[in-house]
């Protein structure tokens, strides 16, 4: 049945045999080992892995952030070589403007591609309001809490309207609580503008609450242990049985991977 | 840091300060001191005095605080517009930084003041020789901090602008410049100390008027209340300056400020 | 490919000395664009720094005694200026009662340039050692002061409540907790305040001095011999950055793991 959806629809990001090497004083050091993962059209899809094992280095690959050392990079057929509007980041330390305001954060991709001024704040306030921002668009950022700052770093991503969206363990910086609610806004958000995503944790619940598919990594150097299909119902129950089930299951994987 | 002063602070302050004029007063009048430097009643009545008869050289003390500033405002704004462009541009493009910094390393260690007697050869005794002090002074610390500033800048808010879609020149435009605004102003700040210092060394060389003349031709005149008016002068021009710079900074890096 | 790179940006870095060295051979040796008064030939200028190391004329004096000369009342100034305002910095912003009195009086005298100070000294105390001493005294008074004042007001909390709980009294928390947090901020201060000093020193000696370096260009305008202007500038500058250097390299030493950077 996997393979016949495959064949109907030709995924969105590829990636090919991806390897990463740092050159360091001390020796080369191999991050990221022959990755090769498909992800379908509007599928969620979670890297998981423990901290520092090179999830948000591959993550950065596809973002064109990071060069690979070999492997390709290709979203919806063009190969990717440098970060560009077709792939939106929300970064780990969000990496907001902090000399712009709220509005001026959401709006800067579209100022950048000569939208006019009317045009611009129209499509930005319609994602301010999305992620729950109204009121705050003419903050600057160091008077925003964490998770407002996410939230915009949020809304700064969609407002361009990207084909995938890329999120490097965007609430790890956070409280549990603020956390718990970010992950019910993501997944409300989403559920209203889909798009395909690609997102990195190394938190087992919120890979489980947001997933359509969990890619379990390995530690350095990263390669993919297990692939985990998620179809449990939507809005997810953190404590429901199937939930608690699948949990284990994955930290079972993890445990005997390392 | 910055906490609310309290009225006890207030108190002391002016206890300590009236206990010093008071120090001084008394020490004039009563000893050898007076004939050296005359009681701080005589120089607040030559300061007021100054300030509406043309007591001093034929001006006003408004006069002359009005060309030290003209010198002063002149070659700090040129500087500084040199300075940020020249800063950025080596922080921005790796030629352009390759090629300025053994200038600058040559310039930068000669104090400007080290530049009075060549600039007067360069430019005579004019308004000319000040303003290029001037802009020296101002033109390094400028240049070094916006280098420094452009030079530090987040890589991650440069990756972040690349994903939205920001093409070269509007990096350098959208991130860089606005990136490094703190580090400007700490520049900006230290130049007009700098520049304030300068003038009034170029003009106690050489001039016919100004602030430093002032100080200078009251030591050949064996003038004593006129340096030491010129010296409060002095004191509360640069506490002025220092304070506008200050405030533009305030105004201007309001999104900066939890981080100071 | 990186270490070609690098090899570039030094050989644009060469390139330009040289350019700079040679615009002013063909401008001024070659092509006598400027009047020798306003701008030195370079050959005549290497010579007269070489000359100037045994010949005393026109001034009085070898480059040697003036480098010393200047060197004396820099030290002298900056030694005196650093001793009290280090420990006065400390003090001002360890003991609030004293910070009270003190900082008003403080803040009266540090918009004041050294510099300014010049007149008043020389009529005080006429055109010797002690006045120029005395003027970079108090350009160094002020930079020192306020950078010991801001990294001892650094402190953290945290640290001076650790002192607390194993029992250390006000002495060893001053000593054994403050003063290591503001190395890193005192050896600033102490470097701004070496530049503030050499510039006030060149400052004096323009003014009222008999030899030293500024002394020495001052002279070189008086008489119009631009060469002897910028051996002088020259040798300022090359000072003034080995001072600094110097200070740098036992700021490394001393501030080894203390600075936060």
């Known amino acids: 049945m996997q393979m016949e959806q495959r064949k109907k629809i030709e995924p969105v990001i590829q990636c090919d045999n991806l390897c990463k090497t740092f050159r360091t004083p001390g020796g080369d050091q191999e991050v990221i080992r022959n990755i090769s993962l498909d992800v379908q059209e509007n599928e969620f899809v979670v890297l998981f892995g423990p901290g520092q094992c090179g999830k948000t280095t591959f993550l950065n690959m596809i973002a064109g952030l990071e060069k690979s050392t070999a492997g390709t990079v290709t979203v919806s057929r063009k190969c990717v070589t440098e970060p560009g509007p077709q792939r939106g980041v929300v970064f780990q330390s969000v990496a907001l403007f902090p000399w712009l305001t709220t509005m001026g954060n959401v709006e800067y991709g579209l100022k950048m591609a000569g939208v006019k001024k009317e045009e611009r704040q129209k499509r930005a306030q319609k994602y301010i309001d999305l992620v729950g921002l109204q009121g705050f668009e003419n903050t600057f950022p160091v008077e925003l809490s964490g998770g407002m700052k996410q939230r915009v770093g949020i809304a700064r991503a969609y407002c361009i309207e990207p084909e995938v969206m890329l999120l490097d363990e965007p609430f790890g910086a956070l409280d549990a609580q603020t956390r718990y609610l970010m992950q019910e806004e993501l997944e409300r958000i989403w559920q209203t503008a889909k798009r395909t995503v690609v997102f990195v944790t190394n938190n087992i619940e919120e890979a489980l609450y947001l997933a359509d598919r969990i890619i379990v990594l390995s530690p350095c150097p990263c390669s993919i242990v297990k692939e985990f299909e998620i179809d449990l119902p939507r809005p997810r129950n953190y404590t429901s049985q199937e939930f608690l089930h699948l949990r284990k299951e994955i930290d079972a994987t993890i445990n005997s991977s390392t | 840091m910055k906490k609310k002063k309290t009225p006890e602070v207030w108190i002391c302050g002016i206890v300590s300060v009236f206990a010093f004029l008071l120090l001084w007063q008394i020490g004039c009048s009563v000893s050898e001191l007076g004939k050296m430097i005359p009681g701080p009643i005589t120089v607040t009545g030559a300061v007021l005095k100054s300030m509406v008869s043309r007591s001093i050289g034929g001006h006003t003390l408004w006069i002359h605080i009005g060309y030290s500033l003209l010198r002063v405002l002149t070659g700090y704004i040129l500087g500084s517009a040199l300075g940020v462009v020249v800063g950025l541009a080596m922080g921005w493009n790796r030629v352009v930084e390759a090629f300025i910094t053994p200038i600058f390393r040559l310039i930068r260690p000669i104090p400007p003041i080290a530049w009075i007697p060549i600039s007067i050869l360069w430019f005579g005794l004019g308004f000319q020789a000040k303003v290029f002090l001037i802009v020296l002074a101002s033109f390094c610390n400028v240049t070094l901090n916006a280098w420094a500033g452009a030079k530090s800048v987040d890589p991650q808010l440069i990756g972040a602008a690349k994903m939205l879609g920001a093409s070269k020149s509007q990096i350098f435009f959208t991130i860089v410049m606005p990136a490094s605004v703190p580090q400007i102003f700490a520049g900006l700040q230290v130049a007009m100390s700098s520049s304030w210092t300068t003038v009034l060394a170029a003009e106690m060389v050489r001039s016919t008027e100004g602030l430093g003349w002032m100080i200078v031709t009251g030591q050949t005149n064996l003038d004593m209340t006129q340096i030491l008016v010129g010296i409060v002068a002095i004191g509360v021009v640069g506490f002025i300056l220092v304070a506008v710079m200050r405030r533009m900074e305030d105004i201007l890096c309001r999104w900066n400020k939890g981080k100071r | ?261």
């Open chain 3, 1 to 261: 490919m990186k270490k070609l790179a690098r090899h570039k940006y030094l050989l644009i870095s060469c390139l330009s000395i040289v350019l700079i060295l040679l615009t002013w051979y063909l401008c001024v040796d070659i092509l006598n664009m400027v009047s020798g008064s306003a701008f030195p030939k370079l050959t005549k200028t290497i010579s007269t720094f070489i000359k100037k190391f045994t010949t005393a004329a026109p001034d009085g004096a070898t480059l040697t005694v003036h480098f010393f000369n200047s060197i004396k009342v820099a030290l002298w100034g900056y030694v005196m200026g650093v001793i009290v305002g280090v420990p006065l910095g400390i003090l001002m912003a360890w003991f609030r009662k004293f910070d009270m009195f003190a900082r008003p009086l403080f803040d009266l005298i540090r918009p004041i340039p050294g510099i300014a100070w010049i007149p008043l000294f020389i009529l005080m105390f006429g055109i010797g050692v002690l006045p120029k001493a005395l003027v970079i005294f108090l350009g160094v008074l002020i930079p020192s002061t306020v950078n010991a004042y801001t990294g001892i007001k650094q402190t953290s909390d945290v640290h001076l409540w650790v002192g607390d709980v194993f029992g250390a009294s006000n002495a060893q928390k001053l000593f054994k907790i403050a003063i290591p947090t503001a190395t890193p901020m005192i050896f600033t201060g102490l470097r701004v305040a070496m530049g503030s000093a050499w510039s006030a020193l060149v400052a004096a000696e323009l003014l009222a001095s008999s030899s030293g370096l500024g002394y020495l260009i001052q002279i070189g305008r008086s008489i119009s011999r631009s060469d002897l202007v910028l051996v002088g500038m020259i040798c300022i500058g090359v000072t003034g950055a080995l001072l600094d250097e110097l200070l740098h390299l036992v700021e490394i030493r001393v501030a080894k793991g203390m600075n936060a950077k």
